[in-house]
């Protein structure tokens, strides 16, 4: 929705980081390979991905309800499992499970995520909300995000909860303050999934941007990021963009508008 406040106006980027910054969706799609291969050619999913992650999603979603501690690549070692089994497939045996739990790391950032975020760090402190586990993430930073630095690391792990649990956004905000000296209204909450961080965070109050990768014709549908207009209510977007490179050059404007170059 519309707002009177300016992108200079906060002082803390808080990050989603599997969905925003990270591919996610290509990242479990690409590993999910050695059960596709088992598939029938035939089979849906082998020409849909969006058709393939939905019922993904489903075994992961359940599984960080019901293990809420569970570490994330030992959640995805399970939802592994979980899917081949609903699919008819043989179990995977542990080493495939854990193999696709450890990959993380593989996963690949957005074309525009590094150089995005340099350009943002120049203006703001960057912290990260993710629901993965400190080793996942880790690797992450340090392959993938080419080293950016982050002012802070909040994980499921740390919290021991997977968003959308308030609980992840109560623990953002305390620790926000505690560690950086930042206020709620100067956090600027920026993330694709509207319903793993929009509707929570909007029930915390904080001001959120969208990052709506994959809602644009000729782009793969993201199942990640959700449909706007099922969220109707739910959610409270201030500023909505394609790709954070389009956030960083706003943000470097807005900033220029009020002198602060």
Not at 116 to 131: E, F, G
Request: charged letters at 25%; one cysteine or more.
């Amino acid at each position: 929705m519309p707002s009177d406040r300016s992108l200079a106006s906060f002082r803390a980027l808080t990050f989603d980081c599997f969905g925003t910054l990270v591919d996610w969706e290509l990242g479990i799609y690409t590993h999910l390979a050695p059960l596709l291969e088992r598939l029938p050619p035939s089979h849906e999913f082998q020409a849909s991905r969006p058709a393939c992650l939905r019922s993904f999603v489903a075994h992961e979603s359940r599984i960080q309800r019901e293990q809420p501690t569970l570490p994330y690549s030992a959640l995805l070692a399970a939802a592994y499992a979980a899917f081949a089994a609903e699919h008819g497939l043989e179990r995977p045996d542990e080493a495939e499970c854990a193999a696709f739990g450890a990959g993380v790391g593989a996963w690949p950032a957005f074309a525009d995520t590094v150089g995005a975020l340099r350009q943002l760090a120049r203006r703001y402190k960057l912290v990260i909300l993710s629901n993965v586990d400190r080793a996942s993430f880790g690797n992450t930073a340090a392959g993938p995000l080419g080293g950016t630095r982050f002012d802070a690391i909040y994980t499921a792990q740390d919290i021991g909860s997977y968003k959308p649990d308030p609980k992840n956004f109560e623990y953002l905000v305390k620790k926000c303050k505690e560690d950086l000296g930042v206020e709620k209204e100067e956090i600027l909450h920026t993330a694709q999934s509207l319903f793993h961080d929009h509707e929570p965070a909007k029930k915390a109050g904080l001001v959120s941007a969208w990052i709506a990768r994959g809602t644009r014709e000729g782009e793969v549908e993201s199942v990640m990021g959700g449909k706007i207009e099922e969220f109707e209510g739910r959610v409270d977007v201030t500023w909505r963009f394609g790709k954070l490179a389009e956030m960083a050059d706003a943000v470097d404007e807005a900033f220029k508008k009020e002198g602060k170059a």
